[in-house]
Protein backbone atom coordinates (compact mmCIF):
# COMPACT_ATOMS: atom_id res chain seq x y z
CA UNK A 1 0.00 0.00 0.00
CA UNK A 2 1.56 3.88 -1.34
CA UNK A 3 0.88 6.57 0.22
CA UNK A 4 0.34 9.62 -1.56
CA UNK A 5 3.50 11.03 -0.30
CA UNK A 6 5.93 8.58 -1.65
CA UNK A 7 7.09 6.10 0.31
CA UNK A 8 4.72 3.70 2.39
CA UNK A 9 3.91 3.80 6.39
CA UNK A 10 6.03 0.81 6.63
CA UNK A 11 8.85 1.93 4.54
CA UNK A 12 9.22 5.24 6.64
CA UNK A 13 8.95 3.16 10.29
CA UNK A 14 11.96 1.05 9.40
CA UNK A 15 14.24 4.19 9.34
CA UNK A 16 16.32 4.05 12.44
CA UNK A 17 18.42 7.10 13.30
CA UNK A 18 20.57 6.97 15.51
CA UNK A 19 23.22 9.85 17.28
CA UNK A 20 26.14 9.14 19.60
CA UNK A 21 27.86 12.06 20.96
CA UNK A 22 31.33 12.04 22.68
CA UNK A 23 32.83 14.35 24.91
CA UNK A 24 36.84 14.57 24.77
CA UNK A 25 39.08 15.90 27.49
CA UNK A 26 42.23 17.12 25.38
CA UNK A 27 45.54 17.64 26.79
CA UNK A 28 46.85 21.23 27.02
CA UNK A 29 49.42 20.86 23.71
CA UNK A 30 45.79 19.28 21.95
CA UNK A 31 44.44 22.46 23.03
CA UNK A 32 46.66 24.74 21.69
CA UNK A 33 46.38 22.54 18.25
CA UNK A 34 43.62 22.90 17.95
CA UNK A 35 43.02 26.23 18.43
CA UNK A 36 45.86 27.11 16.27
CA UNK A 37 44.22 25.03 13.64
CA UNK A 38 40.69 26.34 14.01
CA UNK A 39 41.76 30.38 13.67
CA UNK A 40 43.98 29.30 10.68
CA UNK A 41 40.86 27.66 9.20
CA UNK A 42 38.41 30.51 10.23
CA UNK A 43 41.33 32.93 8.92
CA UNK A 44 41.29 31.61 5.24
CA UNK A 45 37.61 31.16 5.69
CA UNK A 46 37.07 34.56 5.91
CA UNK A 47 39.78 35.79 2.99
CA UNK A 48 37.98 33.51 0.08
CA UNK A 49 34.41 34.72 1.90
CA UNK A 50 36.19 38.49 0.44
CA UNK A 51 37.23 37.38 -2.13
CA UNK A 52 33.71 36.31 -3.47
CA UNK A 53 31.79 39.26 -1.77
CA UNK A 54 34.46 41.35 -3.99
CA UNK A 55 34.23 39.33 -7.31
CA UNK A 56 30.11 39.26 -6.54
CA UNK A 57 30.20 43.01 -6.65
CA UNK A 58 32.63 43.28 -9.74
CA UNK A 59 30.14 41.01 -11.10
CA UNK A 60 27.03 43.05 -10.57
CA UNK A 61 29.25 45.68 -12.11
CA UNK A 62 30.69 44.65 -15.13
CA UNK A 63 28.73 41.23 -15.77
CA UNK A 64 32.23 39.53 -15.74
CA UNK A 65 32.62 36.32 -14.05
CA UNK A 66 35.78 35.78 -11.97
CA UNK A 67 37.33 32.34 -10.69
CA UNK A 68 37.27 32.05 -7.27
CA UNK A 69 40.65 31.51 -5.38
CA UNK A 70 41.20 28.08 -3.52
CA UNK A 71 42.16 27.54 -0.51
CA UNK A 72 45.83 26.64 -1.15
CA UNK A 73 46.07 30.13 -2.77
CA UNK A 74 46.15 31.66 1.18
CA UNK A 75 49.21 29.06 1.68
CA UNK A 76 51.88 31.30 1.94
CA UNK A 77 50.02 33.74 3.56
CA UNK A 78 50.84 35.01 6.71
CA UNK A 79 47.82 34.12 8.60
CA UNK A 80 48.89 34.34 12.55
Known amino acids: ?4 GGASKEEEMKTIKKAYKFRIYPTLEQVIFFLKNFGCVRKVHNLMLDDRKKGYEEYKSTGIKTKYPTPAKYKNVNLI
Open 1 to 4: MLSV
